[in-house]
């Protein structure tokens, strides 16, 4: 924006000039000239060193008969200038600025910048405890926050076993669709590309002792009790739930969770429950396919590359396998599904109010959905070796 002050002198494209008088008590900043972006702009720089000197003044007026045409590049002075002023308590009058100018730091200062808004604000300051503090704070208050967020959860299922939960059947039907039949062919695709995968390394080492025909075991084994489960866990993680994250953010950007809240409806209910319930009962079958296409990937490997026989193929794999291994590997699956579920709700509920929020929110759940498959692999897996299964 710019405007011009009625010309007491002949100021026209002048160069933009600022001096500093001392008045009785007051600090007068005498405007002249054309304030414009340009290279030759003056600074805060010695009015700082004004209010810093000795003794400081008392406050600050202006004075703009001579001013000309200005822009933006005397908002920013003047938005500098009074920043000063309000760190070391001078009071400052804008009456003789012009009435546009008035207005626009009137707009501008109406809100005060957030500290540390500004890149990099702050962070200098920290020292290496500080900051060590402020991250173990943080850390606790998301803590805190994913174990409310779980109880929230636990009691929103529990209303719905009493048959008190409010969510619409459609939702449920459309997010089992979403979660099930919709990513069968991504699914399909990795985990016979696993199989193949798996195949061929244990080939290389079994064909060492000439024992090719126990890369049925191997593949099946590994494919049944936790690799099925862990590809098509990763695989929704990706898709399903940042899909979820996506979804349950962008609502709260959209500000739709709080007119749920309003309207009497808890979001945990309509919105977090039946992804939950549709995961968790997705996971299991698709685990089980998976793990099909995995054995049927090595079953292809072995008998094109191997030249094994279907049929001893086939044996040899029913052999090794058994319903342990299929129930252990379903249990996995059914976890991971509530655990990829959660994340993607947990983070879409913590999701700020902007668009670059979602985005975050959404790799944020891809992550914490990839480790929370990863960490409970683990815990399985431990657990099935020392109850000897």
Same mark, same amino acid.
């Given at each position: 924006?710019?405007?011009?002050?009625?010309?007491? *002198? !002949?100021?026209?494209?002048?160069?933009?000039?600022?001096?500093?008088?001392?008045?009785? !008590?007051?600090?007068?900043?005498?405007?002249?000239?054309?304030?414009?972006?340009?290279?030759?702009?003056?600074?805060?720089? /010695?009015?700082?060193?004004?209010?810093?000197?000795?003794?400081?003044?008392?406050?600050?007026?202006?004075d &703009?008969?001579?001013?000309?045409?200005? %822009?933006?590049?005397?908002?920013t002075?003047?938005?500098?200038?009074?920043?000063?002023?309000?760190?070391?308590?001078?009071?400052? /009058?804008?009456?003789?600025?012009?009435?546009?100018?008035?207005?626009?730091? %009137?707009?501008?200062?109406?809100?005060?910048e957030?500290t540390?808004?500004?890149?990099? $604000?702050?962070?200098?300051?920290? =020292?290496?405890?500080?900051?060590?503090?402020? *991250?173990?704070?943080?850390?606790?208050?998301?803590?805190?926050?994913?174990?409310?967020?779980?109880?929230?959860? &636990?009691?929103?299922?529990?209303?719905?076993?009493?048959?008190k939960?409010? #969510?619409?059947?459609?939702?449920l039907?459309?997010?089992?669709?979403?979660?099930? =039949?919709?990513?069968?062919p991504?699914v399909?695709?990795?985990?016979?590309?696993?199989?193949?995968?798996?195949?061929?390394v244990?080939?290389?080492?079994l *064909?060492? #002792?000439?024992?090719?025909?126990?890369?049925?075991d191997?593949?099946?084994?590994?494919?049944?009790?936790?690799?099925?489960?862990?590809?098509?866990?990763?695989?929704?993680?990706?898709?399903?739930?940042?899909?979820?994250?996506?979804?349950?953010?962008?609502?709260?950007?959209?500000?739709?969770?709080?007119?749920?809240?309003?309207?009497?409806?808890?979001?945990? %209910?309509?919105?977090?429950?039946?992804?939950v319930?549709?995961? &968790?009962?997705?996971?299991p079958?698709?685990?089980?396919?998976? %793990?099909?296409?995995?054995?049927?990937?090595?079953? #292809?490997?072995?008998?094109?590359?191997?030249?094994?026989?279907?049929?001893q193929?086939?044996? $040899?794999?029913?052999? &090794?396998?058994?319903?342990?291994?299929?129930?252990?590997?379903?249990?996995?699956? #059914?976890?991971?599904?509530?655990?990829?579920?959660?994340?993607?709700?947990? *983070?879409?509920? /913590?999701?700020?109010?902007?668009?670059?929020?979602?985005?975050?929110?959404?790799?944020s759940?891809?992550?914490?959905?990839?480790?929370?498959?990863?960490?409970?692999?683990?815990?399985i897996?431990?657990?099935?070796?020392?109850?000897?299964?």
């Amino acid at each position: 924006m710019s405007g011009k002050r009625g010309a007491l *002198k !002949d100021y026209s494209a002048a160069r933009p000039l600022l001096r500093l008088d001392r008045a009785g !008590d007051a600090l007068v900043l005498s405007l002249a000239g054309d304030w414009r972006l340009s290279p030759d702009l003056p600074s805060a720089v /010695e009015v700082e060193k004004a209010l810093a000197g000795s003794p400081p003044p008392a406050r600050v007026v202006f004075d &703009a008969a001579g001013l000309g045409q200005w %822009d933006s590049a005397l908002l920013t002075l003047l938005v500098d200038v009074i920043g000063a002023c309000l760190q070391r308590k001078i009071p400052v /009058e804008k009456e003789g600025l012009p009435e546009g100018v008035q207005r626009l730091l %009137d707009l501008a200062l109406a809100v005060p910048e957030k500290t540390g808004a500004r890149k990099g $604000e702050g962070a200098a300051k920290l =020292s290496l405890l500080a900051g060590v503090g402020d *991250k173990t704070e943080a850390a606790s208050r998301s803590l805190l926050g994913i174990v409310a967020f779980l109880g929230e959860v &636990a009691v929103s299922f529990a209303g719905m076993l009493r048959g008190k939960a409010r #969510f619409r059947m459609s939702d449920l039907w459309l997010i089992i669709q979403e979660s099930g =039949s919709q990513a069968l062919p991504i699914v399909s695709l990795i985990s016979l590309l696993v199989g193949l995968i798996l195949t061929f390394v244990g080939s290389i080492q079994l *064909k060492v #002792f000439g024992a090719q025909i126990y890369v049925a075991d191997l593949v099946g084994v590994a494919t049944v009790r936790a690799m099925g489960a862990i590809m098509a866990g990763i695989i929704m993680a990706g898709r399903t739930g940042a899909s979820f994250a996506a979804q349950i953010g962008t609502m709260q950007v959209n500000e739709e969770i709080d007119a749920l809240k309003t309207s009497g409806i808890n979001p945990i %209910d309509f919105l977090v429950l039946p992804r939950v319930v549709a995961m &968790a009962l997705m996971m299991p079958l698709l685990t089980l396919y998976a %793990d099909l296409m995995g054995i049927l990937g090595g079953l #292809f490997v072995a008998v094109t590359g191997l030249h094994l026989d279907i049929m001893q193929y086939y044996n $040899e794999t029913r052999r &090794a396998l058994s319903l342990t291994n299929l129930w252990i590997g379903l249990f996995s699956g #059914f976890t991971f599904g509530i655990l990829i579920s959660l994340a993607g709700c947990l *983070k879409g509920i /913590e999701c700020g109010r902007s668009a670059s929020a979602v985005g975050d929110a959404t790799r944020s759940a891809v992550v914490m959905g990839i480790v929370s498959i990863i960490v409970a692999t683990a815990v399985i897996t431990v657990v099935c070796n020392v109850l000897g299964i």
